[in-house]
């Protein structure tokens, strides 16, 4: 089946040491999302690509970096967790029409000690 | 500017009835998405349901239908026979024409009990 998959499904990091997480796509949605979401809160959209144009969020930390390197793969790169970063972190992928829903992967769930 | 605005955090409803969870909406792009998510206690949100502006008719899928009323800006989701595994976080999301992005609500936390 078409999926999106995210590796690993749960993170464990420490304070300020760097930690990248990984999402795949098999669907070949041109376009491909990474969210935060915080317990009880709705996603947050930290960047997302168009191809391979990036396009970043206004309130985005510079401690968030992402990759993409082809279709397929994006990453997720935080150079620096702060015990604020622990979250859920959510890829999605869609085609780039409106009417085209989102498909989600099942999240990697970030602990930072 | 975009905004979803879900008002009910928490909704209670008994297995076998049907409940409504709210949904307004502000755009000013003339062409525009609406979704509805589920996400259960494992995280992973799963897309339950689609209307796009100029449809004519609410869309339905299986247990679920969209009650779109576009004058009021509103999209609320029906499920009808509530089932004990539709107790989940329920987020609404819009996403306009020119935009590649997702706006979503703070959502409802919806609980069946048998």
């Known amino acids: 089946d078409a999926m999106v998959i995210q590796n690993p499904r749960y993170q464990v990091t420490q304070f300020g040491k760097p930690v990248t997480l990984s999402c795949s796509q098999t669907l070949n949605h041109n376009v491909m999302y990474w969210y935060q979401q915080k317990s009880s809160q709705a996603p947050k959209l930290l960047f997302h690509y168009y191809d391979k144009d990036f396009n970043n969020e206004a309130d985005t930390p510079d401690n968030f970096q992402s990759r993409r390197p082809n279709t397929s793969f994006c990453f997720l790169d935080i150079r620096s967790p702060g015990l604020g970063d622990a979250a859920m972190y959510l890829c999605?992928?869609?085609?780039?029409?409106?009417?085209?829903?989102?498909?989600f992967g099942p999240g990697t769930r970030l602990t930072v000690t | 500017a975009q905004k979803i605005t879900q008002t009910q955090p928490g909704m209670f409803v008994q297995e076998k009835e049907a409940v409504t969870l709210d949904c307004t909406y502000d755009?000013?792009?003339?062409?525009?998405?609406l979704f509805w998510y589920k996400q259960p206690s494992s995280g992973e949100m799963i897309f339950l349901i689609y209307q796009g502006s100029y449809d004519q008719q609410n869309a339905t899928e299986g247990r679920y239908s969209l009650n779109f009323q576009k004058a009021r800006k509103s999209a609320n989701l029906v499920i009808s026979a509530s089932q004990l595994g539709d107790s989940a976080m329920y987020f609404c999301a819009m996403r306009g024409h020119v935009t590649d992005k997702l706006i979503f609500g703070t959502g409802t936390r919806l609980q069946v009990f048998p």
């Open positions: 999605a992928t869609s085609r780039e029409d409106s009417s085209y829903e989102q498909y």
């Open positions: 755009t000013s792009d003339p062409s525009y998405g």
